[in-house]
């Protein structure tokens, strides 16, 4: 099929750019995932639904993406909350993995093709590691191995960082740090005692955060792929550290497009634990909202403004998706009516695909969700006026329910029967979701803790999965009805 333009604001030279795929109509990109020492909150939702909306309108407009979603479960905040509770890192980590998939269930986020773990991938990271020492852009030191910026001629490139104060040779060794703070940074921290640990050439120790991000995306997407997505908040260090390592240690381009998503603020304010704003989705639930507000909400203000979340806002949110229901509603009752009339004619053709056209053009200009929702209520209110002008014939109705569906295989909340929008999966936790507890269970059964076994099979019971032991491994089974 021919495509339309793409432009996307490439955050890499902050600039609109033409979009060019490696190799299309596929297109790999690699969104970082949630750290999961807690539950997400709705600023990380923000963020994970413009990348949903991402790879749904870049399907919408006809390719292919294959999206890579890791999990980060080992860094500083894992590692201090395992900790804290006196738990494995595994243990500690499995209940908010699990509030993550059903997060993005409930609203209506398409699964990526890949949730991999860090915990899974340290023998890669610690070839990456290998191949950048061999290649002099890193060293040993108090037992941790750290990159060393000044070797790194574009270090600072993707956030125009100013690297004149930076002192050679002075380090920091926690994960996240400002941008006062760029100095070189660990990719290998020696075992502390107590901590988690794995093997290396380095002796046993645990990967820094950044190398975590360069090792799963090598190796679901290879040494360059298309895009790279995140809040603003990772572009440094985080994104600038990945473009150092990846692009050291491969001597080619990491990534070709660096889409960043502004923040979500709450009632104009950052969220803090200080002020108490710092909301769940299951905050918010509790207070009666419905997930369908809250997803039109958070999808309907471009990726790169700044997102003010507030509950005013969220009426505002469903008295918009009761337009368009109410819409459905008449032009179901005036199909009929004409139905019952002899058929009548069909005006409404022309307009649907007119709409159509808006709509992905609006998508095709950096995900201008504005412009693409103003296209929607402009149809909204001419089907309105056509209704009341009596000139809606019986096919008007296919014709319009039909475009709204191609829309919404974008928006995802215009025909909202909660887990069909997630793409047809049943009722009930995700299959992902299922296999993390799964896994729980068999390491908490490991280590002989048969309570916590069993209080995971009894959740997952109440959730309508039954478990099965068999000699291949444990199965599940969705109960129906
Ligand atoms: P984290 O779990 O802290 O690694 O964050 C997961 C994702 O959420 C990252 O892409 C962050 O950039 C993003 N994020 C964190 N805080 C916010 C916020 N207030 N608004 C939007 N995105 C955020
Ligand atoms: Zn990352």
Redesign the pocket.
């Known amino acids: 099929m021919s495509r339309p333009e793409v432009r996307f604001f490439n955050t890499l030279g902050r600039r609109l750019e033409r979009f060019e795929p490696l190799a299309p109509p596929r297109v790999g990109l690699y969104t970082?995932?949630?750290?999961v020492y807690n539950h997400?909150h709705i600023?990380?939702l923000?963020?994970f639904l413009f990348e949903d909306l991402l790879c749904r309108s870049l399907r919408f407009l006809g390719y292919d993406p294959f999206q890579v979603m890791n999990l980060?479960d080992v860094d500083d905040r894992t590692i201090a909350g395992a900790l804290a509770a006196g738990r494995s890192l595994d243990d500690f980590t499995a209940p908010f993995i699990a509030s993550f998939h059903d997060d993005l269930r409930v609203l209506g986020v398409r699964p990526a093709d890949v949730y991999p773990r860090a915990t899974r991938h340290v023998t890669e990271m610690v070839a990456i590691i290998e191949r950048l020492v061999e290649r002099g852009f890193a060293y040993e030191s108090d037992g941790s191995i750290w990159f060393r910026i000044a070797a790194d001629p574009d270090y600072g490139r993707l956030s125009g960082i100013d690297l004149s104060g930076a002192r050679q040779g002075a380090r920091v060794a926690s994960d996240d740090y400002e941008k006062e703070d760029a100095k070189d940074f660990v990719l290998w921290k020696g075992a502390k005692p107590g901590e988690p640990a794995w093997d290396s050439p380095w002796g046993p120790g645990r990967p820094g955060w950044h190398i975590e991000c360069s090792a799963m995306s090598a190796k679901y997407l290879g040494e360059t792929f298309d895009i790279h997505c995140?809040?603003?908040?990772?572009v440094f260090p985080h994104h600038e550290n990945e473009i150092a390592q990846s692009e050291s240690a491969s001597g080619r381009p990491f990534v070709r497009y660096w889409l960043h998503?502004e923040?979500?603020l709450v009632d104009g304010e950052k969220?803090s634990k200080r002020l108490g704003n710092q909301y769940t989705l299951r905050d918010l639930l509790e207070r009666g909202l419905s997930p369908r507000a809250i997803r039109y909400a958070l999808v309907s203000v471009h990726y790169r403004q700044k997102l003010n979340f507030t509950f005013d806002g969220l009426r505002g949110s469903a008295s918009a998706l009761k337009r368009v229901d109410e819409m459905l509603f008449r032009l179901r009752h005036a199909a009929a009516g004409a139905r019952e009339a002899g058929g009548g004619g069909a005006v409404l053709e022309g307009r649907a695909a007119a709409f159509l056209a808006e709509f992905g053009r609006a998508l095709a200009d950096d995900l201008n969700v504005s412009a693409a929702l103003a296209a929607l209520f402009e149809l909204v209110r001419d089907v309105n006026v056509a209704i009341e002008r009596g000139e809606v014939g019986e096919a008007d109705r296919d014709t319009v329910e039909r475009a709204l569906h191609r829309a919404d295989s974008v928006l995802g909340v215009l025909f909202w029967d909660g887990e069909a929008a997630a793409g047809g999966a049943a009722a009930g936790p995700t299959d992902d979701s299922i296999r993390e507890r799964i896994e729980a269970r068999l390491e908490a059964r490991r280590r002989r803790d048969f309570q916590a076994a069993d209080r995971i099979r009894d959740e997952l019971a109440a959730e309508g999965v039954v478990l099965e032991d068999t000699p291949q491994g444990t199965r599940f089974k969705r109960r129906s009805g």
Not at 32 to 35: H, Q, V
Not at 230 to 234: A, F, I, S
């Open positions: 970082c995932g949630p750290t997400v600023g990380n923000r963020t980060t995140g809040g603003v908040d990772n998503s923040h979500l969220m």
